[in-house]
């Protein structure tokens, strides 16, 4: 039996967390298709984003092994330091450093200053040099990435692309000589008994919205875009922990305001092993986006067999497979309302048909070798 590879990994928030969306199930997902030729260990804090009790499930300070096989060092606040990352990277020899993301101080700068192998790091931006994310906190960003580059920061390293875009967004932030691998982000594993079974009943329509609160998933305009159908009966129900108050305030506000077709519920923030289970109660998933540089949900929506409604700001498209999906202008709030009415006037037998398909589109992309074997060649396997 020949040795697999061992691989460090840094990322802020892990399993069993999911406040923090995309990132943690990005990495997760990762971790359980290439756990047959890789080990893997984590290193990561004890609590979910924006919590301060730790989870209830694991041992702080310690390896935990997880159901994928992956060990997990969760950190506490009080040992979360440059000096005890330096002392858990020496004690855990590896083959290869991988990084998730890029301004965190404590689970990517910090193991780039200590780690001296720089070619053995790989670091996922995780979309953070998208144009969306870097208009947040602009100016404290502009201000690392010239640091950054004149102290050679990033010399050295690898960057792990999911698309050709975000390739883009790395070469435009960091300069064209950057190295970079390119490999799509692997789907969630999962159970094929998790597909839409609910009746879609013609003239009733049932949308949810799977997201964390903030202004750049635009909550808002989704519930403008609602404000505005008129004589369909329609049940919009939200999902997602509230980063932002005073966003989620003004979104509350619209909501309660909604015309009587329009019934909105606020259902909290759902953990990420029953996303799917809660997506297949619904007739369409609804996020008009300012950007993804994946969007997880959508995959997983028509994994489930649901249509998704979406902006034009994320990887997937639907010019091909109108009925199973549509990536909008948000220029064109009529464009949102024509296609919400469209769906709302399915009847059931049409709706069935359209969920077949979808489930088949994402069959496709799951299912795809060069996906795996570019996840895979990350680490030069294969």
């Given at each position: 039996?020949?040795?697999k590879?061992?691989?460090?990994?840094?990322?802020d928030?892990y399993?069993?967390?999911?406040?923090?969306?995309?990132?943690?199930?990005?990495?997760?997902?990762?971790?359980?298709?290439l756990?047959?030729?890789?080990?893997?260990?984590?290193?990561?804090?004890?609590?979910?984003?924006?919590?301060?009790n730790?989870?209830?499930?694991?041992?702080?300070?310690?390896?935990?092994?997880?159901?994928?096989?992956?060990m997990?060092?969760?950190l506490?606040?009080?040992?979360?330091?440059?000096?005890?990352?330096?002392?858990?990277?020496?004690a855990?020899?590896?083959?290869?450093?991988?990084?998730?993301?890029?301004?965190?101080?404590?689970?990517?700068?910090?193991?780039?200053?200590?780690?001296?192998?720089?070619?053995?790091?790989?670091?996922?931006?995780?979309?953070?040099?998208?144009p969306?994310?870097?208009?947040?906190?602009p100016?404290?960003k502009?201000l690392?990435?010239?640091?950054?580059?004149?102290?050679?920061?990033?010399?050295?390293i690898?960057?792990?692309?999911?698309?050709?875009?975000e390739?883009?967004d790395?070469?435009?932030?960091?300069?064209?000589?950057?190295?970079?691998?390119?490999?799509?982000?692997?789907?969630?594993?999962?159970?094929?008994?998790?597909y839409?079974?609910?009746?879609?009943?013609?003239?009733?329509?049932?949308?949810?919205?799977?997201a964390?609160?903030?202004?750049?998933k635009?909550?808002?305009y989704a519930?403008?875009?609602?404000?505005?159908?008129?004589?369909?009966?329609?049940?919009?129900?939200?999902?997602?922990?509230?980063?932002d108050?005073?966003?989620?305030?003004?979104?509350?506000?619209?909501?309660?305001?909604?015309?009587k077709?329009?019934?909105?519920?606020?259902?909290?923030?759902?953990?990420?092993?029953?996303?799917?289970?809660?997506?297949?109660a619904?007739?369409?998933?609804f996020?008009p986006?300012?950007?993804?540089?994946?969007?997880h949900?959508?995959?997983?929506?028509?994994?489930?067999?649901?249509?998704?409604l979406?902006?034009?700001?994320?990887?997937?498209?639907?010019?091909?497979?109108?009925?199973?999906g549509?990536?909008?202008s948000?220029?064109?709030k009529?464009d949102?309302?024509k296609?919400i009415?469209?769906?709302?006037?399915?009847?059931?037998?049409d709706y069935?048909?359209i969920?077949?398909?979808?489930?088949?589109?994402?069959?496709?992309?799951?299912?795809s070798d060069?996906l795996l074997k570019?996840?895979?060649?990350?680490?030069?396997?294969?």
């Amino acid at each position: 039996m020949k040795n697999k590879i061992k691989v460090l990994v840094f990322i802020d928030w892990y399993l069993p967390g999911y406040k923090a969306g995309g990132p943690i199930q990005s990495c997760a997902n990762m971790i359980a298709h290439l756990n047959n030729e890789i080990d893997f260990y984590v290193i990561t804090r004890n609590t979910d984003y924006c919590e301060t009790n730790p989870y209830n499930t694991i041992k702080s300070n310690e390896w935990n092994k997880l159901p994928n096989g992956e060990m997990v060092y969760y950190l506490s606040e009080e040992k979360i330091s440059k000096k005890e990352i330096a002392k858990l990277i020496l004690a855990t020899p590896c083959d290869y450093y991988y990084v998730n993301g890029v301004f965190s101080n404590h689970f990517s700068i910090s193991p780039l200053r200590i780690i001296k192998e720089k070619q053995k790091i790989i670091v996922s931006t995780r979309g953070m040099f998208a144009p969306s994310a870097l208009s947040i906190k602009p100016i404290k960003k502009k201000l690392f990435l010239s640091l950054a580059k004149l102290s050679n920061h990033f010399s050295g390293i690898t960057f792990h692309a999911t698309n050709a875009q975000e390739a883009a967004d790395i070469k435009k932030a960091l300069g064209d000589e950057v190295d970079i691998k390119l490999a799509g982000n692997l789907p969630q594993i999962t159970n094929d008994k998790l597909y839409a079974q609910q009746i879609k009943e013609e003239g009733k329509l049932k949308i949810v919205n799977i997201a964390r609160i903030a202004p750049e998933k635009n909550l808002l305009y989704a519930l403008e875009v609602l404000a505005a159908v008129k004589n369909s009966s329609i049940e919009f129900d939200i999902y997602g922990p509230v980063y932002d108050a005073a966003y989620w305030k003004k979104c509350e506000q619209l909501a309660t305001a909604l015309p009587k077709n329009i019934v909105c519920t606020y259902k909290g923030a759902v953990e990420s092993d029953k996303v799917m289970e809660v997506l297949s109660a619904y007739n369409l998933m609804f996020m008009p986006t300012l950007g993804e540089n994946f969007g997880h949900v959508i995959l997983q929506s028509l994994q489930c067999g649901v249509p998704v409604l979406i902006s034009n700001k994320t990887p997937w498209h639907f010019a091909d497979n109108k009925n199973i999906g549509a990536d909008l202008s948000l220029d064109n709030k009529d464009d949102f309302i024509k296609t919400i009415e469209r769906y709302h006037c399915l009847n059931n037998n049409d709706y069935k048909l359209i969920a077949s398909e979808a489930r088949q589109f994402a069959l496709k992309y799951t299912s795809s070798d060069d996906l795996l074997k570019s996840n895979y060649s990350l680490f030069n396997i294969g």
